[in-house]
């Protein structure tokens, strides 16, 4: 499993940003998905999860009603919306998915991991 996450970029705050991971090879549907980041020095972080068929969330607190997360198993694919934006939530965001169908916010759970993309939040 190959992830790719995408979308990153620089963004005033109040901004919003849409991050995308895909896997063109091989479904990762019957899976759960995470969105975790890391800022250098320190340790890489929860941001968002969604269960395999969507229903089930799972969120950090301090992203909690700014962050969507979603996906849509017949493009292969998991989203994470990004609103209000704030210079804190500056990271290189990572996606990754494992072989169990329910959310987890360890980063040990997770087995296959995405190249990261870059978020910068200016203020």
């Known amino acids: 499993v190959q992830l790719q996450a995408s979308g990153g970029g620089l963004v005033q705050a109040g901004g919003s940003l849409r991050l995308s991971c895909t896997e063109p090879?091989?479904?990762?549907?019957?899976?759960?998905v995470g969105w975790f980041r890391q800022v250098s020095g320190k340790e890489r972080e929860f941001v968002a999860a969604?269960?395999?068929?969507?229903?089930?969330?799972s969120y950090a607190d301090s992203v909690k009603g700014r962050f969507t997360i979603s996906r849509d198993n017949a493009k292969n694919a998991v989203y994470l919306q990004m609103n209000t934006l704030k210079p804190e939530d500056t990271a290189i965001y990572y996606c990754?998915?494992?072989?169990?169908?329910?959310?987890?916010?360890?980063?040990?759970?997770?087995?296959?991991w995405g190249q990261g993309t870059q978020v910068t939040v200016s203020s």
């Open positions: 090879r091989r479904t990762f549907s019957n899976n759960a």
């Open positions: 969604i269960g395999w068929r969507g229903g089930l969330t």
């Open positions: 990754a998915t494992g072989r169990r169908p329910v959310v987890s916010t360890a980063p040990g759970d997770y087995i296959y």
